[in-house]
Structure formats: C-alpha cells, structure tokens
C-alpha cells in the first residue's frame, strides 16, 4: 500500500555497488524495483525505493550515503524546477518558486515555504507517511537542495537549523551537523532547514531576470499540463498532500494546481463530478 515515488538516482547508485564488487541487480531484484531501474527513472513504491537505498548504504557501510548522494548529483538534473531557483532575483523567491514548482521533480511529497521571526523555513512532507521519506532519502534531500542553493550563491549557504522526522544515533548525528554546519533536530514533525532574513534577501550569481520569467511560464504550462490530463486524480494528489494540514479549501487547491477554483470547478464538471464530491471521498 505504500505511495508511489519517482526516484532517478538508480543508476548511480548501482555504479557504486558495482564498484564495491556486487552486482546492482541483485539489490535492485531485491527490493522488488524493476529491471529498467538501472538505466533510468523509476516510479515505484516508496518502501521498495527506501529498501534500496537502505541495502546500498549498509553494503557500502556509509551511514551517510543520502548526503554524499545528494553531493554528486549533476547540475541541472531537476530541470525547470533548479533552473527557477538558479534564476530566481532573491534567495526567498528561489524558495517559493520550488514550494510552487516542486510537485514537477516528485508528485509524492509537499513542499512549503514559510517566512516568519526573522526567518524563512522550508518544510517537506509526505502524506501518511511519519518518517516522511526515511531516514537516507531525508537526508538526501536536505543536502540537495542546501547544495543547489549553495551553488546559486557561489557560497556555502548558512543554516539556521536542519530537522528531521527520523532519529539517529550520537555518533550519525554529530556527522550530519558537521556537514550542515548547523544545528540538527531529529524527531521533528517534518523534514526542513531555515536561513535568516539576510540570506533570504541575497541575489544568487546566476540570478537572470529574463530566464527566471521564462522558466516561470515552462513550470505553469507543466503544471497545467499535468492537472488537464486527469484532473480528478491530480486533484486527489493535491488533497492528500494537504490533509493533514487541513488546508484543502478549493482556492488553496487551485492555486497548488496552477489554476483558478472556477476552472478547476468547470473541468471537474465536464469530468462528471464536483470539488465537493472528491473532497468528501
């Protein structure tokens, strides 16, 4: 029953495996992924994905595998979704465009952007899912994203502090604080980082007004793209995200599917239902 999550560092992981002498078809078989998983995307059940991870890591005995995963992840491998927050004029709008955008890399999860107290945060989670991603896959993306922003800014990004849903042990977390220079919480209700209003207002190096509008147009045209194909299941997606948040009123729904609740109603109506009726299933 687990939800499905679309995962693209297969093969560089099975590169790793490989080089440590074991065959990356084995893990792959065994965590119950498919075959093709070793040359390309997959979308598969979260639990099977985090098996492989978990498998990867123990053999190769880093118990911080996510991280040094996130660090070798080529530039410009998220497409629109990097480029908006490469171009973006300020670190805060590099933030909400990727809480806006982020659904176009992996539909599974929410991001959120928050400013408040001097700070901005960025929150992920994962609807039913308390440990969100897991623990490896957590990490994971923390450090990718800390690093994209690092590499927008043409300096290591300081943290304010980093949390985790998961826990870890004395000696893990201590290496994981090293490498977010920061404070790391465990146990939090969700996965996250905060910078203060200083590093909100920088302008990152790759700062490009004219991308940055562009980008914006190719994200809102996926966007759209995507909730026209099928939009009762688009819409069940965006809800189940925001359940347990309680911010499913219809014009919150639209504006997470890159329309307007009139439109949005209008096509729900020519696919037979109604906003109501999807809510109440």
Same mark, same amino acid.
């Given at each position: ?67 040094? *995963?996130? *660090? ?150 996926? *966007? ?58």
């Amino acid at each position: 029953t687990s939800q499905l999550f679309t995962f693209r560092m297969v093969p560089l992981m099975a590169a790793d495996v490989a080089r440590a002498g074991t065959d990356p078809a084995q893990l792959v078989a065994r965590a119950g992924l498919p075959v093709n998983a070793l040359t390309t995307d997959v979308t598969a059940p979260l639990m099977r994905v985090q098996k492989f991870v978990d498998d990867v890591a123990a053999l190769l005995q880093k118990d911080t595998y996510g991280i040094d *995963l996130a *660090l070798r992840i080529p530039p410009g491998a998220f497409g629109v979704v990097e480029f908006l927050m490469r171009s973006a004029p300020s670190v805060e709008i590099a933030l909400s465009a990727l809480a806006q955008s982020a659904t176009l890399v992996n539909p599974l999860g929410q991001f959120r952007f928050v400013r408040a107290d001097g700070r901005g945060s960025v929150h992920y989670s994962v609807a039913a899912e308390r440990q969100a991603l897991g623990s490896h896959l957590n990490e994971y993306t923390v450090a990718l994203l800390v690093d994209r922003l690092s590499g927008a800014l043409g300096t290591r990004t300081p943290l304010l502090e980093v949390w985790f849903p998961h826990r870890r042990n004395l000696a893990v977390a201590r290496a994981i604080e090293a490498h977010f220079g920061c404070p790391v919480r465990f146990g939090a209700p969700d996965v996250g980082f905060s910078v203060d209003h200083t590093v909100l207002a920088r302008v990152p190096v790759t700062s490009d007004a004219a991308l940055f509008a562009y980008m914006q147009r190719q994200a809102q045209n996926a *966007l759209s793209s995507a909730a026209g194909s099928d939009v009762v299941t688009q819409l069940v997606r965006i809800i189940e995200q925001r359940l347990s948040e309680g911010k499913v009123d219809a014009d919150a729904v639209a504006r997470a599917m890159a329309t307007t609740a009139r439109s949005l109603q209008r096509r729900l109506a020519e696919a037979g239902t109604t906003y109501r009726r999807v809510l109440a299933h």
